[in-house]
């Protein structure tokens, strides 16, 4: 009961990243000549919670609310955002106020410009503080266009200054940034590494009938692994490419998370009651193309265009890969050397899989009718 116990506190400890998908802010920047314009979209949801824009207290934020705080609301703004070249700060003038739909919900957006520029671009230092005081796994997504040059970033909490360099080159640099994205992408969206674990859990096992007989040879785990991960890393590299360049339209994000879901269910189903015995690699083929889609948004969000997305998606699909090896280092010692003992089989592989599966379940559900059912 005690290892049932643990393994459950692991599983729930995972989970707001499983439930809720973390709040994003979008920073638009065109530099023009001297002239430097740009847009702050922030979240009505997020701003609620640090401002409490809804004053009667009916659930929703209107326009005739927002517009009254308009004063209060690019104070906050301006106490986040920053923008300085290598002479100094630049003021930001705030423009218009107003509202844009995004897949997730409502935004303010804010839109501003300054004069702070000579003609030949210096260094530019791009500051965001967002909302991490009330999301700390927010995000501040970058956009910067200058010329024919299109550059992206993605603002954390331990990463709150962009800085772009004309003098460096551009396509290592974006390259770069995106290997550790791609990476924050695996840890931090729980969805995706329960997945690939509930999809190895079985591998140190023949299954024979119902029964899971022990791998005598580590060298058979290997190759068993192999097969499952290269298959799953080429089918979401293919979709998450052909999303990313606009060949595959995804479905709404509401759909591609309670599919990513699904295939979290039906995996942890398998493993208790198998189904899919052998060849593994097909069930991580056909699952992988949904999370390469599922990959695809950390991309498409950011409002990159054509061959700009080049070195985003090469970096974020590295970054990607190197998380998996991580997970693999980590599991595979573990799961081997465990592989006989009553404790793996029984709490990993059939506990470990029940409360993936119910996680899944109520997740599922939550994207369906649109409510919170887990605690946090």
Known sequence: MRHLTLVLAMFLGATPALAHKPSDAFITVDIEGTTVSGQLDLALKDLELALGLDRDGDGKVTW??????????????????????????????????AVTDYADGAYATLLFNTSCMTEAVGLLKVRYDGLFDVDAQHRGLFRMSYREEQEAFAFTDKERTFTFDPNEGGWTRQMRRFVGEGMRHIFRGYDHMLFLVALLLPAVFWQIG???VPKARLSAVLIETAKVVTAFTAAHTLS????????IRPPPTRLVETLVALTILLTALNNIFPTVKTQRWIVGFVFGLVHGIGYASALTDLGLEGWHLASPLVGFNIGVELAQLVVLAVFLPVAFLLRRTRFYKGTFLYAGSAITGGLAAIWIYEQVVRVSVLPF
């Open 210 to 212: 119902r029964r899971f």
């Open 240 to 247: 998450l490419c052909l999303t990313t360049f606009g060949v």
């Open 64 to 97: 005739g609310e927002l517009k009254a705080q308009d004063a209060e609301l690019r104070a906050y703004a301006a106490e986040r955002l920053g923008i300085a070249t290598d002479r100094g700060p630049c003021a930001l003038v705030p423009l218009d106020l």
